[in-house]
C-alpha cells in the first residue's frame, strides 16, 4: 500500500523523464533514415525510408506512436548492433548494476567508518584526514581515477587482469541466474569464475567508490556529530550506558537516517559515472552502450539508455525512501 | 563586517587546508587571466620532431603527439574550464535562484511549476542528462555550459525556495512590506542578500562540480573542437598513450583538473565555515 | 628510448606476473585450437545483404557463408599472401563455363549447409533473387556486374546454376566474389519468412544459415562472436583453427595491451602509431598491406566559394605540410601522394599528385586567386576516425593558417557523418574512400563523376572527366584504355578539387605463432587459412 | 538532621569551576561553587537561564561536552572524587546511583527506539536483570511512574507520547536502578501548567518512597520553594546565596536573592513588587569580568565590589551570602 502510494508520487515526474527524453532525442542530430538507406541512396530512397521509419509526420504523432511503443517497451532497434535497444538495455543492466552495487558496498565500507571516526573527534587530524582524502576522490574525475588505477595495477605492476570488461576472454560466464557473475558462480559452485569475475570488479568498483566517497563520509560525520551532540545522546551517557551502545544502537541508527536519504545523491553521482567508468574498463554495461551509441549518434540506444537511467533512477529513490520508512518509525506511521 | 572579516581570518589560521585553497584558486585564476603570457610555448604550435617526448627541462610536461608543450596547453587550458564552469554556474546560479525566491515566495502555481521542473531534472541522473543536452543540442562549448547550468539549477532553486520560504513572514520582510515596498523589489532587495551568503558557498562547491562535468563530456567525445586546448580532452587524448609508455599525456591534465576542482571543494569547505560555522558538514 | 624501457618493463611485469598469475592465470597458452582475436567495433547484422550492415558483419558472413567463386591467392611483395584479383578460384562452384552472354555453373555435389542441407542450385536462385529484390547495398552491388534482375538466374538442375548476360561486363565474374553473393540456406530461411518479411530479414539478422567454413556459435552484440569450424566443410581445406572468439575491445589502448602481453592472438584497427611501434619491436608479426583503390584525402567543394577557384585549390595543395602528418599522425603507416616529379604516365591508381609542401608558392597562388589575405572556412572529419585524422586535421589547420586560411575544426560523430557528407555542404572536409574492386574507373566513377555520387564529395562536375571515364568503364582496347585513365587523373591533379595525401595500409598484429594471414579487398580476417603452430 | 548517617553528605561540591573554549573566547561558565547535599534533602540550584546551573548538574554527572574544562574544584558523591574517578568508575555510578531528568522529554529520548527499550537498556546495562526480565521490569516502571496501559507503551516511540508522557518515561529511566541522587534539570520545561504540577508531584513522591536526594535545577524560584529544602541561588557561575527555603524567603541576604524573591508571582506582595531585574548577565567571556559579577546590576555596588575577592560569609544555620554589603 505504501509501495503504490509512493509510487503514485513518482508518477508525474516519470511522465516529465518520458517527455523530456523525447524531446532530447528528437533533437539528436543524425538521420537514421540516411544511414539505413545505405551509401548508394538516392534522396527518394532516403524519404521512403524517412517515411516508413515515421520520421515526417509532426511532433505529436510522433509523441503518441513513441508512447504506443513505449507501452509495448519497444525503444527501437540499435543501428551499431542491430539488435532492438530493450533486449540490449536489459541484457547488459547486470553488468551495470553488479558493479554499482559493488561499488556501493565498498563505498559504504569505507566512507561510514571514516565519517563515524572523523565525528568521534571533531578537529582531529583523523576529521582533516577524511575530510581532504574525501574531497580529494569527488575531485578526482572518474575517467581519470580509473585510468590511473589501470596503469599502475595491470601495464605496471600486472596484478590486475586487463581491463577487458566481466570475465577474461577464455572464462565462460556462470549460468545465468540473476545475471550477477559474483551469485550465479557461487550459486554454480565455481569458485574459478567468481574469483576471476571478482578480479575484473575491483579496479573499476574502486574507481567509483573513491567519486562517491566523500558525500558519504561527510554526511556520516555531520550525521553523526549531530547525533551525537543531541539530548538522547546526553541521556544515554547519563544513564552509564557503555560507549559503544550509544556509538552505535543510539547515535549511528539515528545518523543512519541522513546517510540514507543521500543515498540517492550517491547513485545520482554513480549512474553519471558510470558512463565513464564503463568506458575506461570495457565494461559491457549500460553507460559503454551509450557511449558507443552517442559516438555513432545512434539515438535508440541514447534514447533508451536516458530513459532507463531516468527510471532506475526514480526506481532508486523509491526504494530509498521505503527503507528510510524501516528505519524511521515517524516516517512509516505518517504513511 | 569587521567581525566577518576576523571570524574569516580566524577560519583560515585555523584551517591551513582552507588557506591553501584560497592561493591555489588565485594561482588558477592567474593562469586563466594571463594563460597565454604565462605559457612557455605556443601551446597550438606542433613540432613533429619532438613528438612524443617525456618532461623534461625544456617541457616540463612532456610534449604530446605532434609535439606541443603540454605544460602550455595546460596553462591556456585553464581559461576555458574555468570560462565553462563560471558561465554554466553563474546561469544556474541566476536562473535558479530567481526561480527558487519566486516560488518560495509567491508559493501557489509559480512554485508548482517550479517544483515540477526541478523535480523532473532531478530525477535524471546529473551526468546522464547532461550527456542527452549536449547529444540533443549540438557538440559545442555553449551547449556544454548550458547542459551544465541546467544540471545545477535545481540545487540553487531548491535553496532559495527553501530559503525564501522560510523568510517570507521573517520580520525584516515584514517591515519592507509595511514600508510600501514592491513585491519584487522586497525579493530581490531584501530576500536575496540575505541568503546570498549560504548561496556562495554552493556557488564553490557547484563550480568544482561543473569542471568535472565538463571534462567528463569532452573525455566521451561530447567537447570542444581540436585543437582547442581542454583539460577533459587532454586526458582523452592521452589514455590512448598510456599503454605505450607516454604516461604524461593523460597524466599531468588529469592531476590539474583535478587540484582545481579539490580546490573550489575546498573553497567551499572554508566559506562555508565562514558564513555557517554551526553546519559542520 | 623511453618507450623501448617501458616495453621491457611491461614484459618484466608479464614476466613476474608469475607470481601473481595464480590470481589472474594467463590462459591463453593452453588454447592451441581457438584463436582470439580483436577488433573496435563488432558486427551489427549475420546477414551481409541485410539494411545497413556493417564492416565486422562482412567479416561474419565471409567466414561463415560460402560465394560461388572467390579469388585466388598470391604473394605480396613481403611474401605474405594477398587475394590474387586476376584469377577467380572455385568455391561452392567446382567449375564454370564463361560463355559470352552467360556463365553456367557446376556445383559441388558434396557441399552441405550447417544443418545438413546439400547446397543446391535453387539456393543460390534463393540468395541471388533475394539480393535482387530487397534494395539496398546488395541489389546496387549486383548492379555493378550488371547483375540486375531475377530473372538472369537460372536453375538448371540441383547442381547447375546459370547467369545470363544483360550485357558484357568484365565486372561480372569479381562482383561474384564479393561478400554479398553469399549462398544461403533457402529451406531454412523460408521457415522463417513472414508475408511481411518474405526474405527472412529479420531471422538472418542474427541467425546464420549458411554453409561456410564456421558457424556463429555465440553471438552476444556488442560485445562478442564465437565461431565454432563446420567439420564438412567441403569449399576447401578444412581449417586449422577449431574455435575464432572475436571480442570487441573499442579501446586501441586494451587492444594493443592485450595482444603485447599474449592475451590475444590478433588485433586489428590498430592505430598507427601502435603499430610502427609494434613492428619495430618484432615481438608480434604485423602485416601492413597497401589498402587498394584506397585514398586518404582532403577534399574541397567546388560549389563553394572561393573554393569554385583553381588557383585557391591549387594553394590549399601546395600549403599541406604533407611530410609532417606522414610522421606524426601516420607514424609512417601510408604510402606518400604527394610529391611525383612528372607527368602521369601510369594508370595505377593510387598515385602520386605532383605537389609538394611550398608555403610561398601557395601565397602567390592565392594573392594570384585575388584571396591575398586569405580567408576563413571550416575543415570536417569524421570522429570515427578521430585517431589519424584529428592530428592530420590540426597540422593542416596549422599550416593554412601560414598562408592567411583560417580553419575551424568540425569533429562529426559517426553516423551523423554521413548525413553531413550526403548534403554536400561541408566545404573542406577530410576522407577516406576504399574501393572493393580495383579499378581507376571504377573509383573515378564514384568519386569524380558528374553524376555527383554520394562519395563526390567535392560536387565536382567536368564533362571531360566525365567523357574519359564513361569511355574508359567499357573501354576493350587497351592503349585507349590507359590514355582515358591517365587522362582523367592529369585533370583530376591538375583541377584538384581533391587533394590525395595518403595510401592508407591494413595493419594486422599477431603472435608469432599465428599463420596463414591473407588480404582480402573487403580488409577483413579470413580465419580459414588461419594457424597456430 | 543529627542522624550519624547524615554526618557525611552525599554530595559536595568544593570549589567547582569550569570553562568553555569558544572560537570567540573563553567563557568561565562556572566560578568556584560550593554546595553540599545529604542524603534524602531536596535542595534547588536556581536562577536565570546561563547563570551556570546546568552546567554544574552535567559536571556532576561527568556529561560535559568537549569543549568544557573543569579548572578547579572536587565533586565528591558518596566518597568518591568524581573528577578523578576512571570513566569506568563514573559509568558504573551513572544511571545506578546518579540520575537525571531532562528538560524537553521528547528530544531526550532517543526518537527511534521504543521507550521500554530505552528503559530495559538502562536495567540491563547496571545489571540487575537478565535479558529476558529486562522488558517485564520496563513495564514495571512505566507503571510505577504511572503510565496507563503500560504494556502497549512500552513499544511506543516518543513521538507517539505525550510530553508529559515522555517526562514520565524520562523519570522511569532515571529511576530504573533506584539511585540516592537525582538532578532534576528544568523537568517541567516545555509542559503545560497542570502536567507539571502532576510531574513534580510525582518527582516528589518518588524520591520521598526510595529516600533519594533530589537536586532540582530550574530557574522558577516558586516551583523551588513549593519542593525544596534548601535552595542555592546562582548568578553568572556564582552561588549568590544558599539557605533553608523558609529562611531565604523571610530574609534574603543578597541583594539578587531580593530582587530574584520580588521577581517571582507567588512571593511578591503586590504587582508593583513584581519588579524585573536591571540589566543582564555579564558577558563571561570578558577578560575584565569584576569579581562581583552582579555589581554591574547592583544598586548597592560600590568600587570594592569590582576587585576585592568576594566574601563567602555563613550566615547562620546552613546558610552562606557571597556578597559584600549583604542585605
Keep these: 500500500m505504501i509501495v503504490l502510494r509512493r509510487l503514485a508520487t513518482a508518477l508525474p515526474v516519470i511522465a516529465g523523464v518520458i517527455v523530456v527524453t523525447f524531446l532530447l532525442t528528437r533533437a539528436l542530430p543524425g538521420d537514421p533514415a540516411v544511414y539505413f538507406a545505405g551509401p548508394a541512396a538516392t534522396s527518394q530512397a532516403i524519404e521512403e525510408i524517412r517515411h516508413r521509419l515515421g520520421f515526417d509526420r509532426t511532433l505529436p504523432v510522433q509523441f503518441l506512436d513513441y508512447l504506443q511503443r513505449l507501452a509495448h517497451g519497444d525503444l527501437g532497434t540499435s543501428l551499431t548492433t542491430g539488435q532492438p535497444v530493450t533486449t540490449e538495455l536489459l541484457t547488459r543492466l547486470p553488468a551495470s548494476a553488479e558493479l554499482m552495487l559493488l561499488a556501493l558496498c565498498l563505498s559504504i565500507a569505507i566512507a561510514v567508518p571514516l565519517g563515524i571516526a572523523a565525528a568521534m573527534r571533531p578537529g582531529s587530524p583523523v576529521d582533516h584526514a577524511c575530510r581532504v582524502v574525501t574531497t580529494a576522490g569527488v575531485s578526482l574525475p572518474t575517467f581519470f581515477t580509473g585510468l590511473l588505477l589501470v596503469y599502475v595495477f595491470y601495464y605496471l605492476l600486472g596484478v590486475a587482469p586487463a581491463p577487458l570488461g566481466r570475465l577474461d576472454v577464455f572464462d565462460s560466464a556462470p549460468p545465468q541466474h540473476s545475471g550477477f557473475y559474483l551469485i550465479d558462480s557461487l550459486l554454480a559452485g565455481d569458485f574459478e569464475t567468481f574469483r576471476a569475475a571478482l578480479g575484473q570488479l575491483v579496479l573499476p568498483a574502486a574507481t567509483m567508490a573513491i567519486f562517491t566517497l566523500a558525500p558519504l563520509a561527510r554526511i556520516t560525520r555531520a550525521a553523526m556529530l549531530g547525533a551525537l551532540g543531541s539530548e538522547f545522546i546526553r541521556t544515554a551517557r547519563a544513564s552509564g550506558l557503555a560507549r559503544h551502545r550509544i556509538v552505535f544502537v543510539y547515535a549511528f541508527r539515528n545518523a543512519v537516517l541522513p546517510v540514507i536519504t543521500t543515498l540517492g545523491m550517491v547513485f545520482s553521482f554513480m549512474l553519471g559515472a558510470n558512463v565513464l567508468v564503463e568506458k575506461v574498463f570495457a565494461w559491457p554495461g549500460l553507460g559503454s552502450y551509450a557511449v558507443e551509441a552517442l559516438i555513432a549518434s545512434d539515438y535508440a540506444p541514447v534514447q533508451g539508455f536516458v530513459l532507463m537511467m531516468a527510471l532506475l533512477y526514480v526506481l532508486l529513490n523509491l526504494v530509498i525512501d521505503l527503507v528510510y520508512g524501516l528505519v524511521d518509525p515517524r516516517v512509516r506511521l505518517e504513511a | ?281 | 628510448m623511453r618507450r623501448r624501457d617501458f616495453l621491457k618493463r611491461t614484459a618484466a611485469a608479464a614476466g613476474t606476473a608469475a607470481t601473481a598469475s595464480y590470481v589472474f592465470p594467463a590462459r591463453a597458452q593452453s588454447h592451441k585450437d581457438t584463436l582470439l582475436t580483436l577488433s573496435e567495433g563488432g558486427p551489427n547484422n549475420l546477414d551481409v545483404m541485410g539494411v545497413g550492415t556493417n564492416r565486422p558483419g562482412y567479416e561474419a558472413s565471409w567466414n561463415t557463408y560460402d560465394r560461388l567463386v572467390t579469388y585466388g591467392v598470391k604473394k605480396d611483395a613481403d611474401g605474405n599472401d594477398h587475394y590474387d584479383s586476376a584469377k577467380i578460384a572455385p568455391e561452392l562452384a567446382e567449375s564454370w563455363d564463361l560463355g559470352d552472354m552467360s556463365v553456367t555453373f557446376k556445383l559441388r555435389k558434396d557441399a552441405k549447409f550447417h544443418d545438413g542441407t546439400p547446397v543446391t542450385a535453387k539456393d543460390v536462385k534463393w540468395s541471388f533473387d533475394r539480393a535482387m529484390t530487397i534494395g539496398g547495398a546488395p541489389t546496387f552491388q549486383f548492379a555493378a556486374g550488371s547483375m540486375q534482375k531475377p530473372e538472369q538466374f537460372v536453375t538448371v538442375d540441383d547442381y547447375t546454376f546459370r547467369i545470363d548476360f544483360l550485357r558484357k561486363d568484365k565486372l561480372t565474374m569479381p562482383d561474384l566474389t564479393v561478400p554479398s553473393a553469399v549462398v544461403i540456406n533457402s529451406e531454412l530461411a523460408k521457415k522463417h519468412a513472414t508475408d511481411k518479411d518474405p526474405w527472412a530479414m529479420d531471422w538472418l539478422k542474427n541467425n546464420e544459415a549458411g554453409g561456410g567454413a564456421f558457424r556463429v556459435e555465440k553471438w552476444t552484440p556488442g560485445q562478442e562472436l564465437i565461431y565454432q569450424r563446420f567439420d564438412e566443410w567441403k569449399s576447401g581445406p578444412v581449417p586449422k583453427i577449431q574455435r575464432v572468439i572475436w571480442r570487441i575491445v573499442p579501446s586501441a589502448g586494451n587492444r594493443r595491451a592485450l595482444i603485447e602481453r599474449g592475451d590475444a592472438d590478433i588485433s586489428v584497427d590498430l592505430p598507427p602509431k601502435d603499430v610502427a611501434e609494434m613492428a619495430n619491436d618484432k615481438k608480434l608479426t604485423v602485416v601492413g598491406s597497401l589498402i587498394e583503390s584506397a585514398l586518404i584525402y582532403l577534399s574541397m567543394n567546388v560549389k563553394i566559394p572561393p573554393f569554385d577557384n583553381v588557383k585557391v585549390r591549387q594553394a590549399v595543395a601546395y600549403a599541406i605540410p604533407y611530410q609532417k602528418i606522414m610522421d606524426a599522425a601516420m607514424f609512417g603507416r601510408g604510402k606518400p601522394m604527394f610529391g611525383s616529379p612528372g607527368e602521369v604516365t601510369t594508370t595505377e591508381w593510387p598515385q602520386p599528385t605532383p605537389y609538394v609542401t611550398d608555403l610561398a608558392k601557395a601565397k602567390q597562388l592565392l594573392a594570384e586567386a585575388g584571396l591575398p589575405g586569405g580567408f576563413e572556412t571550416t575543415l570536417s572529419f569524421d570522429l570515427g576516425y578521430a585517431v589519424t585524422q584529428e592530428p592530420l586535421c590540426v597540422l593542416v589547420q596549422e599550416s593554412l593558417a601560414q598562408i592567411g586560411i583560417k580553419v575551424t575544426l568540425n569533429k562529426v560523430p559517426g553516423a551523423n557523418w554521413r548525413a553531413e557528407f550526403s548534403k554536400k555542404t561541408l566545404p573542406l572536409l577530410a576522407n577516406v574512400f576504399g574501393a572493393w574492386l580495383d579499378f581507376p574507373e571504377y573509383f573515378f566513377y564514384w568519386n569524380y563523376h558528374g553524376q555527383n555520387s554520394l562519395f563526390n564529395d567535392m560536387s565536382y562536375q567536368n564533362p571531360a572527366m566525365d567523357k574519359l571515364i564513361d569511355a574508359a568503364r567499357f573501354e576493350t582496347d587497351p592503349k585507349k584504355y590507359d590514355e582515358e585513365v591517365e587522362g582523367f587523373i592529369t585533370i583530376a591533379f591538375d583541377d584538384v578539387p581533391r587533394i590525395p595525401l595518403f595510401q592508407p595500409w591494413l595493419d594486422v598484429a599477431m603472435q608469432k605463432n599465428v599463420t596463414g594471414y591473407r588480404y582480402w579487398f573487403h580488409r577483413q580476417l579470413d580465419y580459414r587459412q588461419l594457424a597456430k603452430t | ?327
Design chain 2, 1 to 281: 563586517m569587521t567581525a566577518t572579516l576576523r571570524h574569516a581570518g580566524y577560519v583560515v589560521r585555523e584551517n591551513p587546508v582552507t588557506a591553501f585553497a584560497f592561493a591555489l584558486f588565485f594561482l588558477f585564476a592567474l593562469c586563466a587571466a594571463l594563460g597565454p603570457v604565462l605559457a612557455p610555448y605556443d601551446p597550438f604550435a606542433s613540432d613533429t620532431a619532438e613528438a612524443l617526448t617525456g618532461p623534461s627541462a625544456a617541457h616540463w610536461f612532456g610534449t604530446d603527439q605532434l609535439g606541443r608543450d603540454i605544460l602550455s596547453r595546460i596553462v591556456v587550458a585553464t581559461r576555458l574550464d574555468l570560462g565553462i564552469a563560471v558561465t554554466s554556474v553563474a546561469l544556474a546560479f541566476g536562473f535558479g535562484t530567481l526561480a527558487g525566491l519566486g516560488a518560495g515566495y509567491y508559493g501557489g502555481w509559480i512554485d508548482g511549476i517550479v517544483g515540477r521542473g526541478v523535480d523532473t531534472i532531478m530525477a535524471f541522473p546529473l551526468f546522464v542528462l547532461a550527456m542527452g543536452i549536449v547529444a540533443a543540442l549540438g557538440n559545442n562549448v555553449a551547449n556544454i555550459v548550458y547542459a551544465t547550468a541546467i544540471i545545477n539549477l535545481p540545487i540553487y532553486a531548491r535553496l532559495a525556495r527553501a530559503e525564501a520560504n522560510v523568510r517570507r513572514s521573517a520580520g525584516f520582510v515584514e517591515a519592507a512590506r509595511l514600508c510600501g515596498n514592491s513585491e519584487a523589489r522586497i525579493v530581490l532587495g531584501q530576500l536575496l542578500p540575505n541568503i546570498m551568503p549560504l548561496m556562495m558557498v554552493q556557488v564553490s562547491l557547484t563550480l568544482g562540480y561543473a569542471i568535472l562535468n565538463a571534462a567528463g563530456l569532452s573525455f566521451i567525445g561530447l567537447g570542444v573542437r581540436p585543437p582547442t586546448a581542454e583539460w577533459g580532452i587532454m586526458v582523452a587524448e592521452g589514455a590512448s598513450f598510456i599503454v605505450s609508455g607516454e604516461w604524461w599525456v593523460a597524466f599531468f591534465p588529469g592531476i590539474v583538473l583535478m587540484a582545481a576542482v579539490f580546490c573550489f571543494n575546498l573553497m567551499g569547505d572554508g566559506l562555508r565555515d565562514i558564513v555557517d560555522p554551526q553546519r559542520r558538514t
Design chain 4, 1 to 327: 538532621m543529627m542522624d550519624t548517617d547524615n554526618a557525611v553528605p552525599l554530595l559536595a561540591v568544593e570549589d567547582l569551576g569550569i570553562e568553555f573554549r569558544t572560537r570567540s573566547g573563553t567563557v568561565r561558565a562556572v566560578d568556584g561553587i560550593r554546595f553540599e547535599l545529604r542524603r534524602g534533602e531536596t535542595m534547588a540550584l536556581v536562577g536565570e537561564s546561563g547563570s551556570g546551573k546546568s552546567v554544574t548538574a552535567y559536571a556532576i554527572m561527568g556529561i560535559l561536552d568537549g569543549a568544557a574544562r573543569i579548572t578547579s574544584g572536587t565533586i565528591v558523591f558518596g566518597g568518591l572524587e568524581l573528577l578523578q574517578a576512571s570513566e569506568r568508575a563514573i559509568a558504573e555510578i551513572r544511571g545506578r546511583e546518579l540520575a537525571i531528568i531532562f528538560q524537553n522529554p521528547r528530544t531526550a529520548l532517543n526518537p527511534i527506539r521504543p521507550v521500554g527499550k530505552q528503559i530495559a537498556d538502562i536495567l540491563l546495562r547496571h545489571g540487575n536483570v537478565t535479558a529476558a526480565q529486562a522488558p517485564s521490569r520496563a513495564i514495571e516502571m512505566l507503571a510505577k511512574v504511572r503510565i496507563p496501559d503500560p504494556e502497549r507503551r512500552a513499544r511506543s516511540y516518543p513521538f507517539e507520547l505525550s510530553g508529559g508522557m515522555c517526562q514520565r518515561v524520562m523519570i522511569a529511566m532515571a529511576l530504573a536502578c533506584e539511585p540516592q541522587l537525582l538532578i532534576a534539570d528544568e523537568p517541567t520545561t516545555g509542559l503545560d501548567i497542570t502536567t507539571q504540577a502532576v510531574i513534580m508531584d510525582l518527582i516528589a513522591e518518588l524520591a520521598a518512597s526510595q529516600k533519594m536526594a533530589t537536586l532540582l535545577i530550574t530557574h522558577d524560584l516558586g516551583l523551588a520553594s513549593e519542593y525544596c529544602d534548601h535552595i542555592a541561588v546562582m548568578h553568572a557561575g556564582h552561588i549568590v546565596e544558599t539557605a533553608p527555603t523558609v529562611a531565604l524567603f523571610a530574609a534574603p541576604h543578597h541583594p539578587y536573592t531580593a530582587k530574584l524573591i520580588a521577581a517571582t508571582p507567588g512571593g511578591a506582595p503586590n504587582l508593583e513588587a513584581l519588579a524585573a531585574i536591571p540589566g543582564a548577565l555579564p558577558d563571561l567571556r570578558r577578560v575584565d569580568l569584576p569579581l562581583c559579577r552582579y555589581s554591574e546590576r547592583c544598586e548597592r555596588a560600590a568600587p570594592a565590589c569590582l576587585d576585592r575577592p568576594l566574601p563567602r560569609r555563613a550566615v547562620g544555620e546552613g546558610r552562606g551570602v557571597a556578597c559584600h554589603f549583604p542585605l
